[in-house]
């Protein structure tokens, strides 16, 4: 990750969407033979102990929870269980990749539909076994290259931050972790790349994908949630929550701290940036840039105000 603009968390807290990592809307999972992985606390699919303990860690600094908060963060909302189940998706079929549809049990429904994960086709599985296991020297799946996977990367870059800090990362203060993501080591910044968009859509997704346990990343920002097939009200749809694309970009690029209005402002700009935390602020950069009048005008006033210091302090 590149020293300017930081990881930010509150910033963050809002961009949760209806992507759900990869799909719907939608409860913590019952306890049903439908879902393809169980979820429990202390059920890692992927990754070992201590990359787990790293990750919890990692995932604390992207939306920090009631130590630094007035609300619950990624940790009580079980985001790195979450990113670990998807690293195991092909462990069992079918993958936990795409909840079924059309409705959960939230919105009046009396099946949740979504604790069904859908098969995949031959090209789905192909392609999604691609990214999340990487090329792995298949001449057939790097006809445009190698791919290294979200496995290699996590597994890498979890490595890489545990042994950056003295006594490890996992067991590092907050603002020694927060150094630690800033580095320059390829492999920090690449799962850094991937584990804050990772973190965020689990944490405001679907509870059935593993994250958003108890629907805290709904309920910390009066998100309602899914709620077809009821649906919203009349006055919901002609007098939505305030917000805007460019308070987004203000809260992610720099600027202090704080929950934001509706998720939902941010479902394109984040389905848009490949699935990465870099590619997420460069969507978002030209939304924070005047427009080059504005800069002008901005500029005019920066040097007159400046003149106007200096012969007050003339003056005195």
């Excluded at 913590?28 to 919890?56: I, Y």
């Excluded at 907050?174 to 580095?183: I, K």
């Excluded at 309920?219 to 009821?230: A, L, M």
């Excluded at 720099?254 to 209005?261: I, Q, V």
Aim: charged share 25%; aromatic share 6%; hydrophobic share 40%.
């Amino acid at each position: 990750m590149s020293p300017d603009p930081p990881v930010t968390r509150r910033g963050l807290l809002a961009a949760g969407t209806g992507v759900a990592v990869f799909g719907s809307l939608g409860s913590a999972s019952s306890a049903s033979a439908s879902v393809a992985v169980p979820l429990g606390p202390d059920r890692a699919r992927f990754l070992r102990r201590d990359e787990m303990a790293a990750l919890r860690a990692l995932v604390d600094r992207v939306v920090p929870g009631t130590e630094e908060d007035t609300v619950p963060g990624a940790v009580a909302a079980r985001c790195h269980h979450a990113i670990d189940a998807l690293l195991g998706a092909f462990t069992v079929d079918p993958p936990r990749i795409y909840a079924g549809a059309p409705f959960s049990d939230r919105g009046g429904s009396p099946v949740n539909h979504f604790e069904e994960f859908l098969p995949l086709d031959a090209y789905e599985r192909t392609a999604w076994q691609l990214r999340v296991m990487g090329s792995r020297g298949r001449r057939r799946l790097e006809r445009n290259g190698k791919v290294a996977g979200y496995q290699r990367t996590y597994r890498r870059g979890l490595a890489a931050l545990e042994e950056s800090v003295p006594g490890g990362f996992s067991n590092a203060p907050g603002v020694a972790r927060d150094l630690a993501l800033r580095s320059d080591d390829p492999a920090i910044r690449a799962v850094v790349d991937l584990a804050v968009p990772h973190t965020v859509q689990f944490m405001y997704g679907a509870p059935e994908y593993g994250g958003n346990h108890r629907l805290v990343g709904w309920t910390t920002t009066d998100f309602e949630g899914d709620v077809q097939p009821r649906g919203y009200t009349d006055e919901q749809v002609t007098d939505p929550e305030p917000s805007s694309p460019t308070d987004l970009a203000e809260d992610l690029i720099g600027s202090p701290l704080m929950a934001m209005g509706s998720p939902e402002v941010v479902h394109g700009v984040l389905a848009s940036a490949g699935d990465r935390w870099s590619g997420l602020q460069a969507a978002l950069r030209p939304l924070t840039e005047p427009a080059p009048d504005v800069q002008a005008r901005l500029d005019t006033l920066r040097h007159l105000a400046d003149g106007f210091v200096a012969e007050r302090g003339a003056d005195s």
